[in-house]
């Protein structure tokens, strides 16, 4: 059913690389937690986003891509619908990817900001990918890349190679210490609990437009 006076608009937004072998209907049952979230009947029904100038959730069969820029509105509750989510597109993905979820507080509007009033907005960062090692990488690119641009402001790009080197070797000890952990050998799936850059209140985070 759809929510209305929900407390929350919420954008997911990201890109996944699907294995070659996956067609729609797979998908589709991958993200049936996020449809079935939206009072929808299929995946089509609710591709197309709350907001006209985002892309949605498109399916790209050529290459193998998934791009969601959408919006829906919902509460709280909409984090256990993500965890699913996570945890059925860790069993298409073919890399590790990024998916970042924005819940923008749906009562605050300009004068509270003027007011300097606090939101409830909050960001959340989700990682999927089709084992750990993968999600790893992902994740510890993005802290790289993050890293850098805020070091960059003080040091040439150069000098950052030890700092790189070291968030490697913390990646590195998390990584081998998840294999000695493992029983047999065998490895796990990914992980849809990779949670991280949680945030309340403070200054808007822009949504995105394409």
């Known amino acids: 059913m759809p929510r209305y006076n ?7 937004h990201g890109q996944v690389a699907l294995r070659a072998d996956v067609v729609f209907a797979q998908l589709e049952d991958a993200l049936k937690p996020l449809w079935k979230y939206a009072g929808a009947r299929s995946l089509a029904d609710a591709a197309g986003s709350s907001y006209e100038d985002e892309p949605g959730i498109k399916f790209d069969p050529q290459d193998h891509m998934l791009q969601m820029c959408w919006t829906v509105a919902g509460d709280d509750d909409f984090r256990q ?19 970042e979820v924005t819940f923008y507080d749906a009562d605050f509007d300009d004068e509270d900001e003027e007011s300097d009033a606090e939101s409830r907005d909050d ?14 990488q992902v994740q510890r690119d993005l802290l790289v890349q993050d890293v850098v641009n805020m070091m960059e402001r003080h040091f040439d790009g150069a000098e950052l190679g030890g700092v790189v080197a070291e968030i490697d070797k913390l990646f590195g000890q998390r990584f081998d210490d998840l294999v000695n952990s493992l029983q047999l050998g065998k490895p796990p799936r990914g992980s849809g609990g990779g949670h991280g850059g949680v ?8 949504r995105h437009l394409h």
């Open 199 to 206: 945030g309340h209140g403070g200054g808007r985070k822009p």
């Open 123 to 136: 960001f959340v960062m989700l990682f999927v990918g089709p084992d750990p090692a993968a999600i790893m």
């Open 6 to 12: 929900a407390p929350f608009e919420i954008h997911v």
């Open 81 to 99: 619908v993500l965890d699913e989510v996570c945890m059925n597109l860790n069993e298409v993905a073919q890399a590790g990817a990024a998916i």
